[in-house]
């Protein structure tokens, strides 16, 4: 599934000012043109970019609509002679089918997560820093911001990431989808086959999607293919059923084949605790580029997409750990005291930390790492936009 991110949105560009770059990001986004025209046209191409998004849904939902008429009306009814084995199959292809549809449709309607208001510039820094030609002086400029974030990943270059786009700066592991036109938190891909980025609203949605896909086609395969061998070798009379259970068969197993590797390869991400994008491209941290910067050890990183609660895990109900805008990693060690302090200047968080439970600045035992004697701090901000 292809990988839909846009890093143009950073503040360091050395073949232009980033001032013209952010009001041609305004125009194309608003249908502008040059002297305030109305681009008429950008809008309908936009319009039917959207419609045309749906296709492969549309065309997933025709599939699995077939293969359900297939295997409850040509097998189940009119092929199967055995009451006792119809309804069993009926039985455990519907429970299948049941979780296969409520994940899907869970990865497809659950709107991905963008940055909070906390990370979009200050008025006066906002101000500067659209009125700034030099890009080294707009950096200090979010350089200055971002010391009250919970920021520690950085652009290959070293500056701080800021979207222009969205006119944030950019949470760690969020990145720019130029589908959705919108930043999303913990990005892992745009998935064309649901039409919505994937990302930390609908991670585990998705990685469930996958798996019950999986036994959706391997449940079909296991139960089609005696009547499949039967057709095939002469063994039932040609009917009208046939046709639908032989090609029931294979589109179920070519189905099972490229879902069982795509969940594979998540399954694996999920145990590293590594996104598509930091599979691709390595975060970059403040003492360089590490892939494995946000991994905690396999339990850890399980928890962190389906949750620290077993019976949560089978379910397409959100239990992810956080809030999708800072993460604990191994690699940035800073002290919890400072941290709050810090906070605690810039207005995240006020004095008294009790009556402020959006925001958590967590040292205990279960959820910091120690690394050569050093502490890990996650800095919960308040996720509301």
Known sequence: ???????????????????????????????QGPHGLKMAPSHAFRCCKRALNWT???????????????????????????????????????????????????????????????FTLPSAEKELYEREQRAEVQQEILKKVAR?????????????RYCN?????????????STCEMCVLKMDHHCPWVNNC?????????????????????????????????FWTKQLHDSHAKFHILFLFFVAALFFISVVSLLGYHLWLVGKNRTTIEAFRAPVFPNGPDKNGFSLGFRRNVAEVFGDQAKYWIC????????????????????????????????KIPSDRENCPGVEVNTDDDTKEKTEGDQAVVVMMDCKP
Request: aromatic share 16%.
């Open 1 to 31: 599934m292809p990988i839909s991110a846009n890093e143009g949105g950073s503040s360091l560009d050395a073949r232009g000012s980033s001032a013209n770059v952010l009001k041609l990001c305004r125009d194309v986004t608003t249908g």
């Open 56 to 118: 492969p849904v549309l065309f997933i939902n025709l599939v699995i609509g077939w293969s359900y008429y297939a295997y409850v009306v040509e097998l189940c009814v009119y092929t199967i002679p055995n009451d006792a084995e119809r309804i069993s199959y009926l039985v455990v292809f519907h429970l299948f089918f049941a979780m296969f549809i409520w994940s899907y449709w869970k990865t497809i309607w659950s709107k991905p997560a963008k940055p909070s208001v906390a």
């Open 148 to 160: 009250s974030l919970p920021v520690y990943t950085r652009t290959a270059g070293g500056a701080v």
């Open 165 to 177: 786009f969205c006119q944030v700066i950019k949470p760690d592991r969020c990145h720019h989808c």
């Open 198 to 230: 994937v990302g930390f609203s609908n991670y585990k949605f998705f990685v469930l999607f996958l798996t019950y896909a999986a036994l959706y086609c391997a449940v079909i395969c296991a139960t089609v293919m005696q009547y499949f061998i039967k």
């Open 316 to 347: 397409p109900i959100f239990s992810s750990q956080g809030d999708g805008h800072s993460f604990v990693t191994r690699l940035v060690h800073i002290d919890p005291e400072q941290a709050n302090t810090v906070l605690q200047q810039n207005g």
